[in-house]
């Protein structure tokens, strides 16, 4: 009896031990198969090149495929939300621009995940800044005869962007505003056919990113106004600001990734260090500046600050410039 009673004891002592170790040695054996990377835009743009890039190099650090899969469509909410209800053990992951965390919850009553209780974010892997962009032959070089001319056309400027309730939709509300100009906004699908009509003359400015813009600019197809940024641009050093000319406008756009919210503490840690190390590789760094970004890694934490900063700014935005989804 008393043998019986003490081998009893004893199982239930190994059970108990065994219990915390568990969820450690699986966090620690993590990845145990490959990890689908969510990109919620289409293929060919500079965030699907990014992401891809990501991708490779993420696999080379971590031991298994990481695989590209483009979710695209409803400004991120898509491929968002499908990351959001997966589970939570680090093989989903998502690569997106801020557009996912603080303009969508700013122009969307009811989205179908949180930007933060439904998101871990992992890193910030790169930055790119928009730039206003002008036709060769519109009567404007420089934000100053920009900001006159609109002056003197109260709400009959016209300026491009690439759809309604984007990135370059909020930056042209905000150049607006800290210009105390009333600017007509056009918007369109996509930012191809915004630079086509911008090249075409069909519309005389257009707001735009750093890397759709360098392309056009390298060609002489557009000319730059000015970067939005409160600092020029380190792709385009020889374009001003509007700082520089007086106007307090610090607008750009950010590439992160996050996991669904509840990631093991380790698995975070690793994925961090394997994002840092990835965005500190040369290779990983030229390619990224080549598409238009200015690689910078910063962690989990500081992402969620940026979000808690940009998005009271958005939802300002978007009340003053009554901006809604489509």
């Given at each position: 009896m008393k043998k019986t009673s003490f081998l009893a004891h004893a199982a239930v002592a190994v059970a108990a031990l065994a219990a915390p170790l568990a969820p450690a040695w699986a966090q620690a054996a993590w990845p145990t198969r490959p990890i689908q990377l969510v990109i919620p835009f289409p293929p060919g743009g500079a965030t699907d090149v990014a992401g891809r890039l990501l991708a490779k190099a993420l696999e080379a650090q971590l031991g298994q495929p990481v695989v590209p899969d483009n979710r695209a469509g409803a400004g991120t909410i898509i491929g968002a939300s499908l990351v959001a209800k997966a589970p939570a053990d680090g093989h989903t992951l998502l690569v997106t621009s801020g557009t996912t965390f603080t303009v969508n919850p700013a122009i969307q009553p009811r989205l179908p995940y949180d930007p933060v209780k439904s998101f871990e974010p992992v890193g910030l892997v790169a930055r790119t800044g928009l730039i206003l962009l002008a036709h060769k032959d519109a009567p404007a070089n420089n934000p100053r005869e920009f900001v006159a001319l609109a002056k003197a056309s109260p709400g009959q400027v016209i300026y491009a962007s690439f759809g309604n309730g984007t990135t370059a939709?909020?930056?042209?509300?905000?150049?607006?505003?800290?210009?105390?100009?009333?600017?007509?906004?056009?918007?369109y699908k996509g930012s191809a056919p915004a630079m086509a009509d911008l090249m075409g003359g069909q519309v005389p400015f257009a707001v735009d990113t750093v890397a759709a813009a360098i392309p056009q600019l390298k060609g002489n197809k557009v000319k730059a106004i000015a970067v939005t940024t409160a600092r020029r641009s380190a792709l385009l050093p020889n374009v001003p600001t509007f700082a520089e000319s007086g106007y307090m406008l610090d607008a750009d756009t950010w590439l992160a990734v996050a996991a669904p919210r509840g990631l093991p503490p380790a698995v975070k840690a690793r994925l961090e260090k394997a994002l840092a190390d990835v965005v500190a590789q040369p290779e990983v760094r030229d390619k990224l500046v080549a598409s238009g970004f200015e690689p910078g890694y910063q962690n989990g934490a500081a992402v969620e600050a940026l979000i808690q900063k940009e998005m009271p700014l958005m939802r300002e935005t978007a009340q003053r410039a009554h901006i809604t989804a489509d």
């Open positions: 939709h909020f930056t042209g509300e905000l150049l607006g505003h800290v210009t105390g100009t009333r600017l007509m906004h056009v918007p």
